[in-house]
């Protein structure tokens, strides 16, 4: 089993759950409402936890309740959490509505989130240099995220960087990531355009700005994915009735990163990881969310 490393955030997710989307100014009542453990950083270390590595994850939690639920939570799964600093304050939290259809929209507050600094990450270079490989998001400082990549580039360790919620990205952080795995709409922050362009060449023009490759993910269609270690190939996701999206996104980089890290080719690691996000699509909640091995391994032989 390959050992991962996975840098970024914890939040304490407030889930509403609503027929259908508020349109601005307007209030609409809810049907359920539920307090679920999640964060970028920890639903994916938490899906590669199940999926069977070996994990640590580096991030901040407040002092309050949400911080040692969030600890206990990484723990319960086997994660190293010994990085995870508590900080005074409020630890992150993700306001999400939930619709019908199982679309979701999110605010995040940071909270504690915002105080993951250089000298964390510096504190656990040996680990990220050892590492399998190295997962990253931008829902932390990214100042924090370019010292990570520093490190990883240095080293030779792969980079996987989910570059949510969007925001451009600097040429040297481009430049270390082994694989940037943008979505649709963070595609098209990153490429500074208001339209999506067809997949093969929005890749194309992703891959320009110096990733060594990339998984664009083009949500129940499945992930297209170029670069120098794959010929540009559309890997289809299985159809599934989607009951809560939130965190598949976070799934696919947890599975895939898990199957590359184990040797497998990026198509096949690609099939696995589509096929472990539809399964976590099927589930409410972020973390609840993350299925095990052997879930994915018993629907795809079937
Ligand atoms: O990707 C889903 C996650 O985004 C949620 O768990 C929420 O905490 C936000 O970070």
Known sequence: MGNLVVVGSLNMDMV???????????????????TVPGGKGANQAVAAARLGASVSMLGCVGSDSFGATLQQGLHAEGIDNSAVQECPGSSGVAAITVAADGSNSIVVYPGANALLSNEIV?????????????????????????????????????????????????AGLLRSTTWLTPNESETRTLLGIAEDLPVDEAAQRLLALGPWNVALKVGARGV?????????????????????????????NAAFAVALSEGKAPVEAARFACMAAS????KAGAQPSMPLREEVLRIMRA
């Open 224 to 252: 297209y994915l170029a670069g120098a270690a794959v010929a540009g190939t559309l890997v289809s996701a299985p159809v599934v009735q989607a009951v809560d999206t939130t965190a598949a996104g976070d799934c696919f």
């Open 16 to 34: 509403s759950t609503v027929d259908r989307m508020p349109a601005p100014g307007e209030t609409v009542t809810g049907s359920g409402f539920s």
């Open 122 to 170: 510096e504190r656990a270079a040996s680990a990220i240099r050892s590492a399998a490989m190295v997962l990253v998001q931008l829902e932390t400082p990214i100042a924090t995220v370019e010292r990570l990549a520093e490190i990883c580039a240095d080293a030779g360790t792969p980079l996987m960087l989910d570059p949510a919620p969007a925001q451009t990205l600097s």
């Open 279 to 282: 399964l976590s699509a099927t």
